[in-house]
Protein backbone atom coordinates (compact mmCIF):
# COMPACT_ATOMS: atom_id res chain seq x y z
CA UNK A 1 0.00 0.00 0.00
CA UNK A 2 1.00 3.43 -0.74
CA UNK A 3 -0.37 6.20 0.90
CA UNK A 4 0.16 9.46 -0.18
CA UNK A 5 0.34 11.99 2.62
CA UNK A 6 -0.65 15.45 1.03
CA UNK A 7 -3.23 17.57 2.99
CA UNK A 8 -3.04 15.82 6.40
CA UNK A 9 -1.14 18.74 8.89
CA UNK A 10 -0.66 19.28 12.06
CA UNK A 11 -3.74 21.44 12.43
CA UNK A 12 -5.62 18.68 11.43
CA UNK A 13 -3.99 16.33 14.34
CA UNK A 14 -6.94 13.59 14.31
CA UNK A 15 -6.47 13.67 10.30
CA UNK A 16 -2.68 13.32 10.48
CA UNK A 17 -3.52 10.37 13.51
CA UNK A 18 -5.49 8.23 11.58
CA UNK A 19 -3.16 8.53 8.63
CA UNK A 20 -0.43 6.91 10.89
CA UNK A 21 -2.84 4.00 12.29
CA UNK A 22 -4.19 3.09 8.92
CA UNK A 23 -0.49 2.83 7.76
CA UNK A 24 0.04 0.55 10.89
CA UNK A 25 -3.14 -1.34 9.89
CA UNK A 26 -1.90 -2.50 7.03
CA UNK A 27 1.35 -3.34 7.67
CA UNK A 28 0.20 -5.19 10.53
CA UNK A 29 -1.96 -7.45 7.83
CA UNK A 30 1.29 -8.31 6.12
CA UNK A 31 1.29 -5.40 3.40
CA UNK A 32 4.06 -3.38 2.77
CA UNK A 33 3.58 -0.01 3.24
CA UNK A 34 4.96 2.97 1.67
CA UNK A 35 4.35 6.85 2.94
CA UNK A 36 5.29 9.57 0.80
CA UNK A 37 4.78 13.38 2.48
CA UNK A 38 4.54 15.96 0.27
CA UNK A 39 3.19 19.50 0.49
CA UNK A 40 2.48 21.07 3.53
CA UNK A 41 2.49 17.47 4.91
CA UNK A 42 6.43 17.27 4.82
CA UNK A 43 6.58 19.39 8.19
CA UNK A 44 5.22 15.98 9.71
CA UNK A 45 9.00 14.70 8.96
CA UNK A 46 10.57 17.67 10.44
CA UNK A 47 12.26 17.08 13.53
CA UNK A 48 11.27 20.64 15.26
CA UNK A 49 7.36 19.29 15.24
CA UNK A 50 8.07 16.02 17.06
CA UNK A 51 6.77 17.17 20.10
CA UNK A 52 3.63 17.90 19.06
CA UNK A 53 0.06 16.21 20.12
CA UNK A 54 -1.75 14.14 17.83
CA UNK A 55 -5.01 12.33 17.61
CA UNK A 56 -8.29 12.28 20.07
CA UNK A 57 -9.18 13.21 23.47
CA UNK A 58 -7.15 11.43 25.77
CA UNK A 59 -5.60 9.20 23.34
CA UNK A 60 -3.40 11.83 22.01
CA UNK A 61 0.32 10.64 21.51
CA UNK A 62 2.85 13.06 20.21
CA UNK A 63 3.83 12.96 16.80
CA UNK A 64 7.29 11.19 17.39
CA UNK A 65 5.34 8.28 18.96
CA UNK A 66 3.00 8.00 16.27
CA UNK A 67 6.60 7.74 13.82
CA UNK A 68 7.68 5.61 15.98
CA UNK A 69 5.18 2.94 15.97
CA UNK A 70 4.82 3.46 12.03
CA UNK A 71 8.25 2.49 11.91
CA UNK A 72 8.14 -0.81 14.39
CA UNK A 73 5.64 -1.68 11.92
CA UNK A 74 7.95 -1.76 8.89
CA UNK A 75 6.57 1.17 7.09
CA UNK A 76 9.19 3.23 4.95
CA UNK A 77 8.54 6.95 4.99
CA UNK A 78 9.26 9.24 2.15
CA UNK A 79 9.79 13.15 1.87
CA UNK A 80 9.20 14.97 -1.19
CA UNK A 81 12.19 17.30 -2.47
CA UNK A 82 10.20 20.18 -3.97
CA UNK A 83 7.99 20.42 -0.43
CA UNK A 84 11.14 20.23 1.36
CA UNK A 85 12.90 23.16 -0.59
CA UNK A 86 8.85 24.97 -0.61
CA UNK A 87 9.22 24.42 3.27
CA UNK A 88 12.73 25.11 3.56
CA UNK A 89 13.61 22.36 5.24
CA UNK A 90 17.17 20.53 4.82
CA UNK A 91 17.65 16.90 4.78
CA UNK A 92 19.28 17.47 8.09
CA UNK A 93 16.36 18.94 9.68
CA UNK A 94 14.33 15.71 8.64
CA UNK A 95 13.76 12.92 10.52
CA UNK A 96 16.83 10.40 9.90
CA UNK A 97 14.23 7.04 8.51
CA UNK A 98 13.05 9.58 6.30
CA UNK A 99 14.35 9.02 2.26
CA UNK A 100 13.72 11.39 -0.85
CA UNK A 101 10.45 10.03 -2.48
CA UNK A 102 7.71 12.30 -3.86
CA UNK A 103 5.37 12.26 -6.53
CA UNK A 104 6.41 10.47 -9.17
CA UNK A 105 7.24 7.48 -7.01
CA UNK A 106 4.06 7.74 -5.49
CA UNK A 107 2.61 7.27 -8.73
CA UNK A 108 5.38 4.61 -10.03
CA UNK A 109 4.51 2.36 -7.26
CA UNK A 110 1.03 2.49 -7.56
CA UNK A 111 1.45 1.13 -10.75
CA UNK A 112 3.53 -1.44 -9.97
CA UNK A 113 1.67 -5.05 -9.93
CA UNK A 114 0.60 -5.75 -6.78
CA UNK A 115 0.37 -2.05 -4.93
CA UNK A 116 -2.67 0.05 -4.28
CA UNK A 117 -2.25 3.77 -3.39
CA UNK A 118 -4.52 5.74 -0.85
CA UNK A 119 -4.73 9.80 -0.67
CA UNK A 120 -4.58 12.07 2.72
Known amino acids: MAI ?7 EQSE ?3 TVFVLAQSYAALDANVEM ?3 GPSIQL ?3 AQQAQLLGYGSQRWSLAQHLQQTL ?4 KLFACTQAAQAFELKKDQLIAE ?3 GGIIQ ?4 CLEPGWQGQIF
Request: proline share 0%; charged share 10%.
Open 4 to 10: LVSSATL
Open 98 to 100: ASW
Open 36 to 38: YFV
Open 45 to 47: LSR
Open 15 to 17: RVA
Open 106 to 109: YASR
Open 72 to 75: GAQV
